[in-house]
């Protein structure tokens, strides 16, 4: 038997529709494409098949039974169905790109969609592959290599990108374009290509698997603007190596620091089931991945409270800023174009996290539409986070303290040259703080001897790390205490000082608005603009105001490019911090479904708003927009250190108090102190952390202590 929110029902035997799919689900799903189709494994190429979320409406009606517990096999659940992404290949080499839905139980397709030529699907591994294979067999390709006089210790690296947005009224059917580096052949594999940079972009016909053309870069510095053909004969005579492998760097590691281990000697305090489900002190939440997305949050609760019905990461463009063409197309979108679940690291225990890890593993397919597992991509542990709340009185010194433990779940994807680091961290006082670090290593051109460059700054000798722009879009499906929200925004004004309201001008007020029309918002630190996702049907007892969590959008930067430009039109959701649309089911990505080769965003955030909807009292989605401006500096180099932002979800007026009154304090006996032999750190002088503390190190900051006064004594009695 297994409990839900105090309630115990049976222990399921079928697949929650919230899990991933099996691996038999996958075969019957495959099989629904190759009949439906009537085609030969050979005619498809199978790209994703995944689980296909039902309808919000039917899903919120099973997960509304089984939080109540009023689960049982004869429950009405949703139907178990499998998106399937995959190309019809024809005798000519040209691809159709489709997408089935199947019914899991039946075998059948149920949905089927052609999408037009005119969008381009996601890249695959097979085509980077393919890429490199075609540039080593391509004459054009050896001659233009041959072109640059390289040494014999050199071989070829190939790092394939996406071919950004063509130029108007260029046509591209399908390109994948390639950053070129010499490698140096020292016999081991992990040997950094990216000090020696190569001044061409070879371009394939994905399609025809042919390069069609040679791009030459300009290598020149401040001096020479937009102009090319400035480079020496020997472009790489004055670049140097540029190895971070411990094994192959030029400096010895550091021997002077000593072990620093997390200890959890009575296991974790979370659970993990149904292949989903988390459990860690109040908090009740299912982890879902999908190949674009990697791990999605659902049916998020605290204390049996619904908060959040989805959060996910949804899209994140990277424009380079470098004018000189072609670097104009130098613009991923990593979700779109790419997928972070198909890129997702396998992560290795105790280096990418550490505790008592749960690793959750994904499945995905090959291109023939068989079941792959890939391991461990997503791990849940706990870590501390200091302090989370403290007080002392000073009358006693007697300080009462916690520590503040979070539940982190996290995922690593490496695309090319560049790590990003997600993070979901859940904290003891109803908080969620949604975590991303960038590191990985920076993307650089070749630049000559001695000169410097506006489009960026040199790195390393030869090597200029071009000035870029990491673009991100949280997609927040809120359900907070239900699914009928409205969003507000408050923000702190002054009042001018005048004799009615405002007679010393120490006051100032607070103005919320409601958001009543689909619509953006901008961040405004100068008047602390909050957003606040409320239930205006559930009111806080306390302070009358209605339930909500809220959140602070950071006054990031937002996309640099020029409106009218290509880069800036395919990302249309990177020109506002915030985006509030009505739920569609089936809108989830921030750019579009279609990010490849675009020229314009389609069916992303802007054309959702653009409907106007009313979007109060409502099932509403907002949507955060966050941006890191990378002008490189040369502690980025080899390997930058990590860059970090945060996102923090914290309840405002949800809970009647402190929601982590009651967490304990706890000693942790490990802990020592410097130069003392007595590791007891929990003596009679300093008590134990529940508040039984003697004697606070801080007290002769805050004078004797105070008697108190008996009010019968103010009020002149004896």
Request: charged share 25%; glycine share 6%.
């Amino acid at each position: 038997m297994a409990a839900t929110n105090g309630h115990t029902v049976p222990k399921r035997t079928y697949k929650h529709p919230l899990d991933q799919l099996s691996a038999e689900e996958v075969t019957i799903a495959r099989q629904a494409v190759l009949d439906a189709r009537k085609s030969a494994v050979s005619a498809v190429r199978f790209r994703n098949v995944f689980a296909n979320e039902p309808p919000k409406a039917t899903l919120v009606k099973f997960l509304e039974a089984e939080h109540a517990g009023t689960l049982s096999p004869d429950t009405p659940r949703p139907a178990r169905q499998a998106r399937v992404q995959y190309d019809i290949v024809s005798d000519d080499r040209s691809h159709e790109y489709m997408e089935s839905v199947i019914d899991v139980a039946s075998g059948k397709e149920v949905d089927h969609q052609r999408v037009p030529k005119t969008l381009q699907q996601s890249l695959t591994i097979d085509e980077f592959r393919e890429f490199s294979k075609v540039c080593v067999e391509s004459d054009m390709f050896k001659k233009a290599v041959k072109e640059l006089n390289l040494d014999e210790k050199f071989e070829i690296a190939i790092d394939p990108w996406p071919y950004g947005g063509p130029d108007v009224g260029e046509v591209a059917p399908r390109y994948t374009q390639g950053l070129c580096f010499a490698k140096l052949r020292n016999s081991n594999p992990d040997s950094n290509h990216y000090g020696f940079p190569l001044p061409i972009i070879p371009v394939m016909d994905t399609y025809k698997k042919e390069i069609i053309r040679i791009d030459r870069l300009a290598t020149g510095g401040v001096d020479d603007g937009l102009n090319y053909g400035t480079a020496a004969k020997n472009v790489l005579a004055h670049c140097q190596p540029a190895e971070y492998v411990p094994e192959l760097l030029d400096t010895p590691l550091r021997q002077d620091l000593k072990p620093l281990n997390v200890l959890q000697p009575d296991g974790p305090s979370f659970t993990v089931s149904d292949d989903s489900l988390i459990e860690w002190q109040k908090w009740r939440f299912r982890v879902g991945f999908t190949p674009r997305e990697c791990a999605v949050l659902h049916d998020v609760h605290y204390d049996g409270r619904s908060v959040l019905y989805r959060l996910s990461l949804s899209e994140m463009t990277v424009p380079y800023g470098d004018p000189r063409p072609p670097f104009h197309r130098k613009q991923a979108f990593d979700f779109g174009d790419a997928g972070a679940g198909r890129a997702a690291n396998n992560l290795a225990l105790g280096c990418d996290c550490l505790g008592v890890i749960k690793y959750i593993d994904a499945m995905l397919v090959d291109t023939e539409g068989n079941p792959s597992v890939s391991k461990n991509v997503v791990c849940v542990h706990e870590q501390d986070n200091g302090i989370g709340w403290k007080h002392t009185n000073f009358r006693t010194s007697r300080a009462v303290v916690t520590r503040s433990r979070e539940l982190v779940v996290q995922f690593i994807i490496t695309l090319a040259n560049y790590e990003y680091i997600f993070a979901y961290k859940f904290d003891q006082a109803g908080g969620i703080t949604l975590e991303t670090r960038a590191t990985g290593i920076v993307s650089v051109v070749n630049i000559d001897e001695g000169k410097t460059s506006p489009y960026g700054n040199v790195v390393s000798p030869g090597a200029m790390a071009q000035n870029h722009q990491h673009i991100f879009a949280v997609r927040i499906d809120p359900a907070i205490d239900g699914h009928a929200n409205t969003i507000f925004t408050e923000e702190s004004l002054p009042v001018p000082m005048n004799p009615k309201t405002n007679p010393h001008g120490n006051g100032y007020e607070v103005v919320r608005k409601p958001v009543t029309k689909s619509t953006w918002i901008d961040a405004s630190p100068f008047t602390n603009l909050t957003v606040k996702m409320a239930n205006t049907n559930k009111i806080n007892p306390i302070s009358k105001r209605p339930v909500a969590y809220k959140f602070m959008p950071a006054p990031s930067q937002l996309i640099l490019a020029d409106p009218e430009s290509i880069v800036a039109k395919r990302a249309a959701f990177a020109h506002h911090h915030v985006w509030v649309s009505k739920y569609v089911d089936g809108e989830l990505w921030a750019g579009g479904p279609y990010t490849n080769q675009s020229q314009k965003e389609i069916g992303g955030v802007a054309d959702m708003v653009a409907r106007n909807d009313q979007v109060d009292d409502t099932d509403v989605v907002v949507w955060n927009v966050f941006g890191l401006t990378h002008n490189p500096r040369v502690e980025d180099w080899p390997v930058m250190p990590v860059e970090i932002h945060q996102l923090h979800f914290t309840p405002a007026d949800f809970f009647e108090r402190n929601p982590a009154l009651d967490v304990p304090g706890s000693k942790n006996t490990a802990s020592v102190e410097v130069g003392r032999t007595n590791t007891d750190c929990c003596d009679a002088t300093n008590g134990n952390a529940n508040g039984t503390v003697q004697d606070d190190p801080t007290s002769h900051l805050q004078g004797p202590p105070e008697e108190n006064i008996p009010v019968a004594e103010v009020n002149g009695q004896h």
